[in-house]
């Protein structure tokens, strides 16, 4: 085995691609005994790669089975010993059984509530691995959680600093960060999903509200990002776009806004800009559109065909990876100048561009199963009677809450926020109720900055950067009051979160002791602060008391970022349902009447965690509507991936890691284990394969080269060999 230590210092350049070998040999009864095995024999390097070379690890030995449920058999029921399971199932056409390290698994799995994508049995006892001089890592969780990943170095691909300011590399702009991780854990069908991004997928992915799209979403910008990609994640509107730290799909493909009289015209016009902004799409790698059903399918076409056009390449959008997100029982696409538009899954290029379509169920917002019920029933825009039971009551109780309010004016307690369908209600209320309440105004001004990235501080530029912070739910100006409803607009604590509700207790002066933290911590500028002279201090409706500090957005675009510095508070006594987009909230009065778009109701209604909170407060059965064609396409979609989910029990799964290798000598000892073993594969199913080489391309395309060695491994057998959900 030949190894250059001279080459394992050096960073994988973008879209670098190299070739190695993977040697097959038989089956490695090494393997079984749990022991490192080195298959490469002879990686061939390129100056710039620092891959060394692929081990296959041996995972952790699962425990033996100490109940076995059979499911179909001669007898069903729960044993205790293989022999008894054996017996029942052995020759029986059909049989469906399991082990189970515990008898609560084993009775899940009887009566059909087990759920899990992996067959413990189906694991191989071996994972290939890649040799790296630099660190691993963590690209976040993936099914199944104990197997390890494969990740690349992110070196050299850093754009941003620490503090997430942008920083040219010569005269190129790279991409931008993803946003900080939560730290939740992934389910896994969002991690099936996951895993299928990782592998290089075009993908679509939907669920109903609440199912943990946008929280995905992130999670697979952030794994993108540590693979090294330039991601572009975007959406259809402005605040979409915010809502997961993106920027407007329009914004980044360069097509703008068109105002020209005809359709035609409109697109002419924006293919022309898009072609005027050929360096944001030869700079992109991965696109991510959230929020996907309010793209028309003329958009998408367009954008596609530019793809190809700009890219110079025929493969569906010109070979960039594409991840498509949303409910198309949602908020569907906004009229073109009046003219009706079609959905992107009925355009032309949707079944070219979108490989797999998946469906995530778990509903993570609400717990209550007739709650989520109902809500499901509003999606597919049925009123079934029990639904309409539900709706009346939410209206009687509205009815006598409103009366109990009134009675209860001044007693300080917090009111719903009302969902309105247009802004001048929302407006009008905020107004209404903040006049209403005695006390000073005060006023909080915020600071707007604009950076280009090209070093050009001309006003017209400034002006327009700017521009992009429009769509911040955080306003310019916020006027406040001791005893003003208002709900936060960002995380700043486990418990307090964006969409948390509260009311003004107070104002505090900006001491010197908080300017100092302020600026030092939080990056605010010394101007905020002689703008503003005090912080308000929110009592939350779900207990705790926390003074409301300033903090710095940033919105970025191809040619710079812009950045307000303003306290994330907002007057929350009422909200568009357009605004609400994305929130979760605990108490809201929902006004269905003015009701005037598909899906605008189901996705107001959906805004609450529990039916406790939600109010109704004028209802009628038209205001609930579903679009047909969407119901169709979502049936045709459920038909597919049945048909993929039986495919994939033939499947076997394995997950390749990059592991460190700080030293020279750390590497020798690999290679000297190497000399002592016969290369192998993992397991029985690639066994009886004959010695070969094999030529695997670009571990910049993170999962694609595994993908590939497995594909070729599975030919001319019976079992496939793959990764999950390709
Ligand atoms: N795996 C998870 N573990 C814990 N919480 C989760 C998980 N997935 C989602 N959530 C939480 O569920 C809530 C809803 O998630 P999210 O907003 O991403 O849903 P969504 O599908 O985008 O909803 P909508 O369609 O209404 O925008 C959020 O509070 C999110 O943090």
């Not at 957005?553 to 909200?575: E, M, N």
């Not at 005037?596 to 965690?609: C, D, I, N």
Request: proline letters at 5%; glycine letters at 6%; aromatic letters at 8%.
């Amino acid at each position: 085995m030949v190894i250059d230590p001279n080459t394992t210092g050096q960073y994988l350049e973008e879209r670098a691609s190299y070739d190695f070998y993977v040697p097959i040999g038989e089956d490695n009864p090494t393997l079984r005994r749990n022991t490192r095995v080195v298959t490469s024999e002879k990686p061939t390097t390129t100056p710039d790669l620092k891959v060394l070379s692929i081990v296959f690890h041996p995972m952790k030995r699962r425990t033996k089975p100490k109940y076995y449920a059979v499911r179909v058999g001669r007898t069903t029921g729960i044993y205790t010993t293989w022999a008894e399971c054996e017996a029942q199932v052995k020759g029986f056409r059909g049989n469906e059984y399991q082990g189970f390290s515990s008898k609560e698994l084993a009775q899940q799995y009887m009566s059909g509530t087990f759920t899990t994508s992996v067959s413990p049995q189906k694991l191989p006892t071996a994972l290939p691995i890649i040799i790296t001089k630099d660190p691993v890592f963590d690209v976040g969780p993936i099914i199944p959680a104990d197997v390890p990943l494969f990740a690349i170095d992110k070196k050299g691909f850093d754009d941003f600093d620490a503090e997430g300011k942008a920083y040219r590399r010569g005269r190129k702009i790279m991409r931008r960060p993803a946003p900080p991780d939560d730290g939740l854990p992934m389910s896994d069908e969002q991690a099936e999903i996951y895993a299928a991004v990782m592998s290089g997928n075009n993908l679509f992915f939907t669920g109903s509200a609440g199912t943990g799209k946008s929280f995905l979403l992130k999670k697979i910008w952030a794994g993108l990002d540590k693979l090294g990609k330039k991601v572009a994640m975007t959406a259809p509107t402005g605040i979409a776009a915010v809502n997961v730290g993106g920027i407007t799909l329009h914004k980044w493909s360069g097509v703008g806004v068109s105002t020209a009289i005809t359709r035609e015209l409109r697109e002419e016009e924006m293919r022309n800009r898009a072609w005027g902004n050929q360096a944001t799409w030869k700079d992109t790698e991965v696109l991510i559109v959230d929020e996907v059903s309010m793209v028309s399918g003329e958009l998408f076409d367009l954008l596609e065909d530019v793809a190809r056009g700009i890219l110079d390449n025929d493969r569906p959008f010109g070979g960039m990876q594409v991840i498509c997100c949303g409910d198309f029982l949602q908020l569907p696409p906004v009229p073109d100048r009046g003219e009706t538009v079609s959905f992107c899954f009925e355009s032309e290029s949707w079944k070219r561009v979108i490989g797999l379509s998946r469906e995530l169920k778990t509903i993570h917002r609400q717990a209550d199963p007739i709650f989520a019920n109902m809500l499901n029933d509003i999606r597919l825009g049925n009123v079934s009677p029990s639904t309409s039971d539900i709706l009346m009551d939410l209206q009687r109780k509205h009815v006598q809450r409103k009366s109990q309010r009134e009675a209860e004016k001044d007693s300080g307690a917090i009111l719903p926020t009302t969902l309105y369908s247009k802004n001048v209600d929302v407006d009008r209320v905020n107004n209404e109720q903040l006049s209403d309440l005695p006390g000073a105004t005060v006023t909080f001004r915020s600071e707007d900055n604009a950076y280009p990235f090209d070093g050009v501080f001309d006003s017209r530029t400034l002006e327009n950067l700017k521009q992009l912070l429009n769509p911040l739910t955080i306003n310019e100006e916020i006027h406040l009051k001791v005893g003003a409803q208002v709900m936060l607009l960002s995380n700043i604590s486990d418990e307090h979160i964006n969409g948390s509700r509260g009311i003004i207790t107070s104002f505090e002066k900006i001491n010197q002791e908080v300017m100092k933290d302020l600026i030092e911590k939080k990056g605010v500028s010394q101007r905020w602060l002689e703008m503003n002279t005090d912080l308000p201090v929110i009592q939350f409706n779900d207990g705790g008391s926390m003074k409301i500090v300033p903090e710095v957005r940033q919105v970025a675009s191809i040619h710079g970022c812009a950045t307000r510095c303003q306290i994330p508070v907002r007057l929350a006594w009422s909200l568009t349902v357009h605004k609400a987009q994305g929130l979760t909230l605990d108490q809201a009065v929902v006004s269905l009447s003015s009701v005037f778009e598909q899906g605008q109701a189901y996705v107001a209604l959906s805004r609450l965690r529990s039916l406790d909170g939600l109010e109704v407060s004028d209802w009628t059965p038209q205001c609930i509507r579903a679009n047909q064609r969407v119901i169709e396409f979502y049936e045709r979609m459920a038909e597919d991936t049945k048909t993929w989910e039986e495919e994939r029990e033939n499947w076997m799964y394995v997950r390749p890691v990059a592991l460190p290798v700080s030293n020279k000598e750390e590497t020798r000892e690999v290679h000297h284990e190497t000399k002592q073993v016969t290369p192998s594969v993992h397991g029985p199913a690639v066994s009886s394969e004959k010695k070969r080489k094999m030529e695997v391309q670009s571990s910049s395309e993170g999962w694609s080269w595994p993908f590939r060695v497995m594909q070729r491994l599975s030919r001319g057998r019976k079992k496939k060999i793959g990764f999950l959900c390709l």
